[in-house]
């Protein structure tokens, strides 16, 4: 029996933001975004679509925003009662913030939800912002998963926070608005991507569904990363990066990731580590771990990779081919600390989802 669920409305492909205006329909909607979406030519397109249905445009958020930059963002989104809607335009980092700040508190303050996340504390949530998810990267898959990734730096913890409703109500996505993407944010957005769809194949919890989703996003991603970035402004290859994060993060929307994930949060916490290359770069490491241990998840890994023999060391010179180097030491981590992050991963709540975990 396989269970297949995904809840979000998505239109995607060149032009897909035309959409907008339907989507939102009577409501009014605010925008949060990223520092520097205005002058990259991304707020305009959608203060051109929404008219005056569009309250405010917030442009703070900046990378990986740990929860004291959330827990001041938090009073600026519900100072506009008025805006049913918060549209995220932006990439990971503003989706996952976006669905950090939907949901009003008792208090309407910010630390309560952080208390919920930190211990467990449980709170009834009186009302709370519908998503729309536009995002400007190929790559994390928020737009399609019910996920924030929350960044304690004070505690050292990634938390993930999720509600029902943090589900995205749509998805917007939009490949003319990936076009301005700087080379670094591409590779990182891409690999994270190929990271989302080889996770949910090496994955307890992969299905059918999910491995058609991961397999196509795996195969279209090695082909197209390598051609975009000799091509940056091509919208056809833009395109067929955002459609494989897609897939890709519908793939994992219903596997949860999986070892390389869980070995990530540390790299990014302890030795700052962007994101899409802290799950990546372990990706020829976990593959040569997960491959032979199942001959059923073999023949998808097969689909996905190619002959499985030579598989790691062609996932390798792929990651080198984009400049992203593959070993611990070069990312400042010693074999000691390297053997202590494989271990804890694999007790970790993502690494327990990796076929090579004991159950």
């Excluded at 390598?226 to 519908?250: F, V």
Aim: hydrophobic share 50%.
């Amino acid at each position: 029996m396989h269970h297949f669920h995904n809840p979000v409305r998505t239109v995607a492909g060149l032009g897909a933001l035309q959409a907008l205006p339907d989507l939102l329909g009577a409501r009014r909607a605010l925008v949060l975004t990223f520092t520097g979406a205005r002058s990259l030519g991304l707020v305009e397109p959608l203060q051109d679509a929404l008219g005056d249905r569009l309250v405010a445009v917030i442009e703070t958020v900046t990378p990986n925003p740990d929860v004291i930059e959330l827990a001041a963002l938090y009073p600026e989104v519900w100072r506009y009662p008025e805006a049913d809607v918060l549209i995220a335009l932006g990439g990971g980092s503003v989706i996952d913030s976006a669905k950090a700040v939907l949901t009003q508190t008792p208090s309407g303050q910010f630390h309560e939800l952080l208390q919920w996340l930190r211990d467990g504390q449980r709170f009834a949530s009186a009302r709370h912002k519908a998503l729309i998810a536009v995002p400007t990267t190929a790559g994390t898959g928020s737009e399609v998963t019910p996920w924030a990734t929350v960044w304690d730096r004070e505690l050292q913890r990634k938390l993930s926070l999720q509600f029902p409703h943090t589900w995205p109500e749509a998805a917007v996505v939009d490949p003319v608005l990936m076009r301005q993407l700087p080379e670094a944010v591409t590779v990182q957005s891409g690999l994270d991507a190929l990271s989302h769809a080889l996770e949910a194949i090496w994955n307890r919890h992969a299905n059918p569904v999910s491995d058609a989703l991961a397999v196509a996003a795996a195969r279209t991603i090695q082909v197209t990363l390598p051609a975009l970035l000799r091509a940056p402004q091509d919208l056809n290859l833009r395109e067929a990066m955002a459609i494989a994060a897609l897939q890709a993060g519908l793939a994992f929307s219903n596997t949860r990731t999986a070892m390389a994930h869980s070995m990530s949060y540390p790299l990014t916490l302890r030795h700052d580590v962007p994101h899409g290359i802290a799950c990546a770069f372990t990706l020829p490491l976990v593959a040569a771990a997960a491959i032979g241990l199942m001959p059923e998840r073999d023949a998808v890994l097969a689909q996905a990779l190619g002959p499985l023999e030579t598989a790691p060391a062609r996932l390798e010179s792929f990651l080198l081919g984009l400049g992203v180097k593959t070993r611990f030491a070069d990312y400042g981590v010693d074999d000691d600390e390297a053997a202590a992050l494989w271990a804890q991963a694999l007790q970790g709540d993502r690494g327990r989802n990796f076929i090579g975990a004991s159950a």
